[in-house]
């Protein structure tokens, strides 16, 4: 699986097992047939702790409840090794029965229609939200079940500074500026927009946490990305935003002011201390605050980056990975195999996830219900959920995302490079990359 820098916080995360990505070969638990189930079939992870944990409590708990099949665990590495593993084995009808892996346009990069077993009639399908089947599904089936909960790309923000200034959260951009604003002028030196560009990938929050409202503007933009229209460019409204915001919020001075030596570690300590106020920032990192700050916990609370109309303000969301299965599997196995996915995505299989890892986010199946000690925060972003406004991140949606954009975002919100100039050499860092991937139309 390739790690975008968007998800190098993931393996930083800790507790959010579900997240983790990279890894290295290992191999345990299960059995085989011999040691009394009647079928024996194999379940494909990541090699780090946290990942082969949680698969070795998933497995337990099955096979208690469904005594006549035995899993047997698998791990190999992440990253372009292990996506190059999963291609292969995919290929060759090799793969092992059941295998964990990313959503999104990586799944769509292993050509589910041929490899993979369509799950769209298994009846927990009913249960998992449109955002979640969309980036599991091609346009004839749909192949992955849910295994962990979503997180979102968002505004996290210290409830009590926001309670002492009698602020409300914002739907509009103009309301955050307003507030941001408001802080520097009566927040006794709270910094209102926390930027960490210590850790440069962090600079990509205003961009990409605004692609929700991009998708409530225009619904097919990922898919006109994709294809190099020419309308669907970073340097064209709704897309630009992300860069002009980012740049609107350096020029008023709202930042901290050791926001270029500032790191992610460092801002989360702010944020819970209440040094600052808020911080465009992932969900997941909320580990951190659980790890470091517990106390403060629950004084953080999210909101999504607000739209320039408060119609268009949603939330976006980075799915969980999903479980599928080999089209390679066959007779028993496969009906073994499917047992084992329905298994996941139950009741008893939420409280393996719930008891092995520590949800950002909402679950994405009604299957599972979030923990009562979870992060006050999972609470703010399932109301989105509940209200219907969200979207998913943009690269569950297309396989093309530029290497140079963090560098290219800590240009603009250090006031080095015009939005518009970033928002260009964007679509130029993009437009190589779709050519190294050989998309058509570019």
């Not at 210590?198 to 990509?204: M, P």
């Amino acid at each position: 699986m390739k790690q975008s820098p968007t998800r190098r916080v993931l393996t930083a995360a800790a507790g959010l097992a579900v997240l983790a990505l990279p890894l290295a070969a290992c191999s345990g638990g299960g059995g085989n047939s011999d040691d009394g189930g009647a079928v024996e079939i194999s379940y494909l992870t990541q090699s780090d702790d946290n990942n082969t944990n949680q698969a070795k409590a998933l497995i337990e708990a099955f096979e208690k409840a469904n005594p006549d099949i035995t899993v047997k665990l698998e791990t190999q590495p992440g990253g372009t090794e292990g996506d190059n593993l999963m291609k292969t084995k995919l290929s060759t009808g090799s793969m092992e029965d059941v295998f964990h892996y990313n959503s999104g346009s990586l799944f769509q990069a292993l050509n589910p229609d041929q490899t993979m077993v369509d799950l769209s009639d298994e009846e927990w399908v009913s249960t998992l939200t449109d955002d979640f089947k969309a980036v599991v599904s091609t346009d004839t089936a749909l192949y992955g079940a849910p295994w962990g909960a979503s997180f979102a790309g968002a505004v996290m923000y210290n409830k009590k500074v926001y309670a002492d200034l009698g602020l409300e959260v914002p739907t509009t951009w103009d309301e955050f500026i307003a507030n941001s604003e408001k802080i520097k002028a009566e927040g006794n030196g709270v910094a209102p927009i926390i930027q960490s560009y210590g850790d440069t990938w962090t600079s990509q929050l205003f961009v990409l946490g605004d692609f929700a409202n991009v998708t409530a503007q225009e619904p097919e933009w990922a898919e006109q990305y994709t294809a190099n229209d020419p309308n669907a460019k970073y340097v064209n409204e709704p897309a630009f935003a992300g860069f002009a915001n980012q740049q609107e919020a350096f020029d008023k001075g709202l930042f901290n002011e050791d926001f270029p030596s500032m790191t992610n570690a460092q801002a989360m300590e702010a944020l819970a201390t209440g040094a600052g106020a808020q911080y465009p920032m992932l969900t997941a990192t909320i580990a951190t605050i659980i790890q470091n700050n517990p106390d403060n916990v629950d004084d953080i609370g999210v909101f999504a980056l607000p739209a320039a109309n408060a119609d268009d303000t949603a939330i976006t969301i980075w799915q969980p990975n999903a479980i599928y299965i080999s089209k390679a599997t066959e007779g028993d196995k496969l009906d073994a195999a499917k047992k084992f996915v329905a298994f996941a995505n139950s009741s008893e299989g939420c409280e393996v996830q719930n008891a092995t890892a520590a949800p950002a986010g909402p679950y994405v199946t009604t299957a599972c219900t979030i923990p009562e000690d979870s992060p006050a925060l999972v609470d703010d972003i399932q109301a989105y959920f509940d209200s219907g406004k969200t979207g998913s991140a943009l690269e569950f949606l297309s396989p093309i995302k530029g290497p140079n954009l963090e560098n290219i975002t800590v240009a603009v919100g250090s006031g080095i490079t015009p939005a518009e100039e970033g928002a260009a050499q964007y679509d130029d860092d993009v437009k190589k990359q779709a050519q190294q991937l050989g998309l058509p139309g570019w």
